[in-house]
């Protein structure tokens, strides 16, 4: 079960870490990615990890800000939000599966899902 945390209400320009972690898969096989979505609106992709090594990718509004990371022995996949902006308020999902290079931005290509958790940037 994925399962997503560290979420919780910040002032504009802070900084939050969400955590990503596994009970049943071994992450490190997987590629891993970070969504959001705010209320009725789509699912939008934030960042990815992908397996082995593969690299990491972001999407233009949060490079530079953001940064996703793995810690293999912890079986945990971070995402790092700096200079933290009110447009960045959204529930976090992230989600993990078998996802080729160029589906890595694509919400149907991941197979498992976390719960989601709540960032809230707001002065």
């Known amino acids: 079960q994925l399962q997503a945390c560290g979420g919780g209400l910040v002032q504009p320009g802070g900084s939050l870490r969400l955590s990503c972690a596994d009970s049943?898969?071994?992450?490190?096989?997987?590629?891993v990615g970070w969504f959001r979505q705010v209320s009725a609106k789509e699912r939008e992709f934030v960042a990815a990890?992908?397996?082995?090594?593969?690299?990491?990718y972001y999407a233009d509004a949060v490079k530079g800000r953001f940064t996703i990371s793995r810690d293999n022995a912890k079986n945990t996949v971070y995402l790092q939000m700096n200079s933290l902006k009110p447009e960045d308020t959204a529930v976090y999902y992230c989600?993990?599966?078998?996802?080729?290079?160029?589906?890595?931005?694509?919400?149907?290509?991941?197979?498992?899902w976390g719960q989601g958790t709540q960032v809230t940037v707001s002065s």
């Open positions: 990890s992908r397996r082995s090594g593969g690299g990491t």
């Open positions: 989600a993990a599966g078998e996802v080729i290079l160029s589906a890595l931005r694509d919400v149907d290509a991941y197979r498992y």
């Open positions: 049943g898969r071994t992450l490190y096989r997987y590629t």
